[in-house]
């Protein structure tokens, strides 16, 4: 494939990639009233395991004992990528919008920031800081809907907190995928990484078939259960891991500006949602501080 032709492919992924992941976002809406959160948090990873365990099952057979060495924080990663990320969305779903949980779910990066500085000892400056501060009272203008009574009498929608726990559960994630190297390649780490968010699920899911919700396996379970596993799953993360490769960790971040946008998109044409003042304003105060930090990052 000639050079022009590797640059138009890596700008069309920039593009395509955030209309898969944000495809999650109709999932938590879509499906909310229908089948309970955790069960389809659950057994769309358990869908994803199965899938990449058809293709990975040799490499992960020959690895075992790296997996026997791994697997603990293998279990960290599952229980906040996929567990946490996984559930959390789909709880925001009964009760927030969606244009809510993909501006909120924009401000990971700023946790990343924070989290980093707090565990491991990466620099932050005065700048930063101001990035950290206008990107947190972005997100909360969008959690009280700039109604300051909401916060001085601590009425909040659990859906925005919920989304508030998966945006810090990603940041989690991230770091940790980040600062633990492992010896497996991308998609047997990730075949186990799903494997291990579905174990992590798994008590919540029974607790909630038993006390809360039963699972009705209908039609409708299986195709939102396959079009989660699919779509934002698979789809999402192969073509996010070929971004990578064509432009780099920096500018592929950007795909989670443009989830926030398509995930508005689909919440304004499909859930005829509509956006406020305090979406904008939100929004502009998320993006500020994200390039405050991004900015000086670069310069460091």
Same mark, same amino acid.
């Given at each position: 494939?000639?050079?022009?032709?590797?640059?138009?492919?890596?700008?069309?992924?920039?593009?395509?990639?955030?209309?898969?992941?944000?495809?999650?976002?109709?999932?938590?809406?879509?499906?909310?009233?229908?089948?309970?959160?955790?069960?389809?948090?659950?057994?769309?990873?358990?869908?994803?395991?199965?899938?990449?365990?058809?293709?990975?099952?040799?490499?992960?057979?020959?690895?075992?004992?790296?997996?026997?060495?791994?697997?603990?924080?293998?279990?960290?990663?599952?229980?906040?990528?996929?567990?946490?990320?996984?559930?959390?969305?789909?709880?925001?779903?009964?009760?927030?919008?969606?244009?809510?949980?993909?501006?909120?779910?924009?401000?990971?990066?700023?946790?990343?920031?924070?989290?980093?500085?707090?565990?491991?000892?990466?620099?932050?400056?005065?700048?930063?800081?101001?990035?950290?501060?206008?990107?947190?009272?972005?997100?909360?203008?969008?959690?009280?809907?700039?109604?300051?009574?909401?916060?001085?009498?601590?009425?909040?929608?659990?859906?925005?907190?919920?989304?508030?726990?998966?945006?810090?559960?990603? /940041?989690? +994630?991230? #770091?940790? %995928? $980040?600062?633990? @190297?492992? &010896? =497996?390649?991308?998609?047997?780490?990730?075949? !186990?990484?799903?494997?291990?968010?579905?174990?992590?699920?798994?008590?919540?899911?029974?607790?909630?078939?038993?006390?809360?919700?039963?699972?009705?396996?209908?039609?409708?379970?299986?195709?939102?259960?396959?079009?989660?596993?699919?779509?934002?799953?698979?789809?999402?993360?192969?073509?996010?891991?070929?971004?990578?490769?064509?432009?780099?960790?920096?500018?592929?971040?950007?795909?989670?500006?443009?989830?926030?946008?398509?995930? /508005?998109? +689909?919440? #304004?044409? %499909? $859930?005829?949602? @509509?956006? &406020? =003042?305090?979406?904008?304003?939100?929004?502009? !105060?998320?993006?500020?501080?994200?390039?405050?930090?991004?900015?000086?990052?670069?310069?460091?």
């Amino acid at each position: 494939m000639s050079k022009s032709s590797n640059s138009l492919l890596a700008l069309a992924l920039l593009f395509i990639q955030p209309i898969f992941m944000a495809s999650y976002l109709i999932v938590a809406r879509g499906a909310a009233e229908y089948i309970p959160p955790i069960s389809l948090a659950f057994w769309r990873w358990t869908l994803v395991f199965l899938i990449l365990l058809i293709f990975n099952f040799y490499i992960l057979k020959k690895k075992f004992k790296i997996i026997k060495k791994e697997y603990l924080k293998l279990f960290f990663l599952g229980s906040m990528g996929c567990g946490v990320c996984g559930a959390f969305p789909l709880l925001a779903g009964k009760t927030t919008t969606i244009v809510n949980m993909g501006i909120i779910y924009t401000s990971s990066p700023i946790f990343i920031i924070l989290i980093s500085f707090l565990f491991f000892n990466e620099k932050i400056n005065s700048s930063k800081v101001i990035g950290l501060l206008a990107c947190l009272i972005g997100v909360f203008i969008i959690i009280i809907k700039g109604d300051i009574s909401l916060l001085l009498n601590f009425k909040f929608i659990m859906g925005d907190l919920w989304m508030l726990g998966s945006a810090i559960g990603w /940041a989690l +994630y991230s #770091i940790y %995928l $980040f600062y633990w @190297k492992s &010896e =497996l390649s991308v998609f047997p780490r990730f075949t !186990l990484i799903a494997f291990f968010g579905s174990i992590s699920l798994l008590p919540f899911y029974i607790l909630e078939e038993i006390f809360f919700l039963k699972t009705d396996f209908n039609t409708l379970f299986f195709f939102w259960v396959s079009f989660a596993a699919i779509s934002p799953g698979i789809i999402a993360f192969s073509l996010y891991t070929l971004t990578q490769k064509y432009l780099g960790a920096s500018t592929t971040g950007f795909t989670l500006y443009l989830f926030t946008v398509y995930g /508005a998109f +689909y919440g #304004i044409f %499909l $859930f005829q949602e @509509k956006l &406020e =003042l305090f979406h904008y304003i939100g929004t502009i !105060l998320v993006f500020i501080g994200i390039f405050l930090v991004k900015k000086k990052i670069k310069n460091a």
